[in-house]
């Protein structure tokens, strides 16, 4: 069954890479998509076993000059049946050209995320990226930039402090979205207009295609990224 599959490899991660402790106070970032709903769940259910003890929290930020939307209601309501405290933020980011619209808008609402948490006494930051998206983004940095690294499932902050999680960095996408159908999640009523015309949407078509020729070029790569975490390089 894919929910005993996708719990048996969230918590495999959460115990593997250490990324719970007794007393966190933990922010989930809640976009509305598949993989920040699975995200909750699982942690939202995990706090109620005794050890470790922790709370969480769900923020939604609204990026208000992005013609995208959510429902908000849809997402109060999932975080009530979880009894989940849920927050909306909102922010916006100027168009200057030197970037793109997908990075201006993830630093400026990673920027809100961070303040809030910190202004609200949250010690960690949980975010959806599951391995693929892990994966996908090694394969990036090899390719574009010339670097051998990727996101660590646990990441101490430089200028905040925060250290952000990412617990379902072992589990794979086909298996949230398989999970997300069977419970006929509700997606945003409006996608952004941007997501399907990216470098990371290119990649990840890459890697699917490498992954249906090879299905041990999954385990390769991410041999290769905790080499990376490992060695600190």
Same mark, same amino acid.
């Given at each position: 069954?894919?929910?005993?599959?996708?719990?048996?490899? +969230? =918590? @495999?991660?959460?115990? %593997?890479?250490?990324?719970?402790?007794?007393?966190?106070?933990? #922010?989930?970032?809640? $976009?509305?998509?598949?993989?920040?709903?699975?995200?909750?769940?699982?942690?939202?259910?995990?706090?109620?076993?005794?050890?470790?003890?922790?709370?969480?929290?769900?923020?939604?930020?609204?990026?208000?000059?992005?013609?995208?939307?959510?429902?908000?209601?849809?997402?109060?309501?999932?975080?009530?049946?979880?009894?989940?405290?849920?927050?909306?933020?909102?922010?916006?980011?100027?168009?200057?050209?030197?970037?793109?619209?997908?990075?201006?808008?993830?630093?400026?609402?990673?920027?809100?995320?961070?303040?809030?948490?910190?202004?609200?006494? +949250? =010690? @960690?930051?949980?975010? %959806?990226?599951?391995?693929?998206?892990?994966?996908?983004?090694? #394969?990036?940095?090899? $390719?574009?930039?010339?670097?051998?690294?990727?996101?660590?499932?646990?990441?101490?902050?430089?200028?905040?402090?925060?250290?952000?999680?990412?617990?379902?960095?072992?589990?794979?996408?086909?298996?949230?979205?398989?999970?997300?159908?069977?419970?006929?999640?509700?997606?945003?009523?409006?996608?952004?207009?941007?997501?399907?015309?990216?470098?990371?949407?290119?990649?990840?078509?890459?890697?699917?295609?490498?992954?249906?020729?090879?299905?041990?070029?999954?385990?390769?790569?991410?041999?290769?990224?905790?080499?990376?975490?490992?060695?600190?390089?």
């Amino acid at each position: 069954m894919v929910i005993k599959r996708i719990t048996k490899q +969230f =918590n @495999k991660s959460c115990v %593997g890479y250490n990324l719970l402790s007794d007393g966190d106070k933990i #922010l989930v970032g809640l $976009s509305g998509g598949k993989d920040s709903l699975m995200l909750l769940k699982l942690l939202a259910e995990r706090s109620r076993i005794y050890r470790p003890r922790f709370n969480v929290e769900a923020l939604h930020v609204v990026m208000d000059n992005v013609p995208y939307s959510s429902d908000i209601e849809y997402l109060e309501s999932f975080c009530s049946s979880l009894g989940v405290p849920f927050h909306i933020c909102h922010a916006s980011f100027v168009d200057n050209s030197l970037k793109s619209k997908c990075f201006l808008c993830s630093w400026h609402r990673r920027k809100v995320m961070f303040q809030f948490a910190e202004d609200n006494g +949250f =010690n @960690k930051i949980a975010l %959806g990226h599951h391995q693929d998206d892990i994966l996908a983004t090694l #394969l990036m940095n090899m $390719s574009f930039a010339g670097d051998v690294g990727t996101m660590s499932p646990l990441t101490t902050m430089d200028h905040y402090d925060l250290t952000i999680i990412r617990p379902l960095c072992l589990v794979r996408e086909d298996d949230i979205r398989e999970y997300a159908h069977i419970q006929m999640w509700k997606e945003q009523t409006r996608k952004c207009p941007f997501e399907d015309d990216t470098q990371r949407k290119h990649v990840g078509d890459i890697l699917r295609r490498l992954l249906n020729l090879n299905p041990e070029v999954r385990y390769n790569l991410w041999h290769s990224a905790e080499k990376v975490w490992k060695n600190g390089t």
